[in-house]
């Protein structure tokens, strides 16, 4: 059944006019966008500058919904202070959960410890445990994805949501890629990646063919913070570069 509305724009297009649909104009959208080129150069602007002198980083990544004092809190707190101890630089989300706690890792050793928040409308607010010149809040969430994969040495994904699946999904991409250098990908937890990995291994390579081999080749099923720290050590015998 034709609205009046789709009858109007039809008998408009055959005498060649140009239809304008109510709260949409493409002149004062291309404006704003226009617009809103800045602010995303500004955000990028701030990332580099924060980064400048950070040195090899390593970024992790875990649920906001980790309480502390929980396991996956304390690990991520060991992992934080052990990557520091080992002279990286420790970079998070900015958040609660996974991410307050490596950063308070990082912190507690004397490392450098960053944060790269993002705004939301429910308002991440940024932990407590950041270095107070290492902390960016993002507008754009593909802005502070690109500070998350320049930098890092190394992906660690602790237990978490569609966040941390998103993100280790596009870490993984543009190295399979070769959008990006190679680094080391790693999910800590085997009870909680083990579905997820042998489903990549099993169906994604083996059943289907999606994959190649050598698209796992830099994927790591871990559960100590120790091991994770010499993972990314070997990884780089020549030392450590930008991954683009």
């Given at each position: 059944m034709k609205t009046?509305?789709?009858?109007?724009?039809?008998?408009?297009k055959k005498h060649g006019l140009t239809?304008?649909?109510p709260r949409f104009n493409r002149e004062s959208d291309f404006m704003v966008d226009g617009w809103r080129v800045f602010k995303i150069m500004a955000e990028f602007v701030s990332g580099f500058e924060t980064m400048s002198d950070a040195g090899p980083a390593v970024t992790v990544f875990g649920s906001t919904r980790?309480?502390?004092?929980?396991?996956?809190?304390?690990?991520?707190?060991?992992?934080?202070?052990?990557l520091a101890e080992a002279g990286f630089a420790v970079i998070t989300g900015g958040g609660p959960g996974v991410m307050e706690a490596a950063n308070k890792g990082a912190q507690s050793a004397g490392g450098v410890s960053i944060g790269f928040n993002i705004k939301?409308?429910?308002?991440?607010n940024p932990n407590q445990y950041i270095d107070q010149d290492?902390?960016?809040?993002?507008?754009?969430?593909?802005?502070r994805k690109v500070m998350f994969l320049?930098?890092?040495?190394?992906?660690?994904?602790l237990p978490g949501g569609f966040g941390t699946l998103d993100e280790v999904s596009e870490a993984i991409t543009l190295i399979q890629t070769g959008k990006s250098?190679?680094?080391?990908?790693i999910l800590m937890g085997r009870s909680y990646w083990d579905g997820f990995y042998r489903w990549v291994k099993e169906t994604m390579l083996q059943e289907k063919g999606y994959i190649s081999e050598e698209d796992l080749q830099f994927?790591?099923?871990?559960?100590?913070p120790e091991a994770v720290v010499e993972i990314i050590k070997g990884f780089y015998p020549d030392g450590y570069a930008l991954n683009f």
């Open positions: 009046a509305q789709s009858s109007s724009d039809e008998d408009g239809v304008k649909h980790v309480s502390q004092g929980t396991p996956e809190y304390l690990l991520a707190e060991k992992l934080g202070r052990l939301l409308p429910n308002q991440q290492k902390l960016v809040s993002f507008q754009y969430f593909f802005v320049k930098y890092a040495q190394a992906f660690i994904a250098e190679r680094f080391p990908v994927i790591y099923l871990e559960e100590s």
